[in-house]
């Protein structure tokens, strides 16, 4: 599926209307109190990169805290705002990334989550911290920690 099958509605069809519907590319919003206070806990210095950017909600804050030598951005999306436009569910996008220290990100839902994540810890040089909406039958849990 292409970003602009992802980003056209859906029509609605009686199997649509019994679940809810999700937003384009799964984008939602991170919280600010989350990156508040994961920097109040977690010790992010260097170079930071957020693959999943949409609006800058994480990246805001990362440009001004004072232990961040640079922070790159992706978004698959091409109208959101970033230094790159890369699938970041794809190892092969990760190899265009700058090096860095750390991934901070809130990564889409669902079976999105669980490549995006398993890339980080690839790329990232210290650590991943990132925003994630779990089960007990989520990808996630095979992902192997650092």
């Known amino acids: 599926m292409t970003v602009a099958q992802l980003l056209t509605s859906q029509s609605h069809t009686s199997a649509s209307i019994e679940t809810v519907g999700r937003h384009p590319l799964n984008f939602y919003e991170s919280p600010s109190w989350f990156t508040t206070e994961l920097l109040r806990h977690v010790p992010l ?3 930071i990169g ?3 950017v949409g609006h800058g ?3 805001s804050l990362l440009n001004v805290w004072p232990h ?5 951005t992706n978004d698959i999306d091409p109208n959101k705002q970033a230094h790159f436009h890369y699938d970041a ?3 092969g996008s990760w190899e265009k990334f700058p090096k860095c ?3 901070c990100t809130n ?6 989550a669980a490549p995006i994540i398993k890339n980080a810890y690839q790329k990232a040089r210290v650590g991943v911290a990132a925003f994630l909406l ?3 039958h989520s990808a996630l849990h095979n992902v192997v920690e650092k």
């Open 45 to 47: 210095s260097g170079v």
């Open 50 to 52: 957020e693959p999943c």
């Open 57 to 59: 909600a994480i990246a």
């Open 68 to 72: 961040a030598e640079h922070i790159w």
């Open 89 to 91: 569910t794809l190892a």
């Open 101 to 103: 220290d750390w991934i």
């Open 107 to 112: 990564p889409p839902y669902a079976e999105f």
């Open 134 to 136: 779990t089960s007990p």
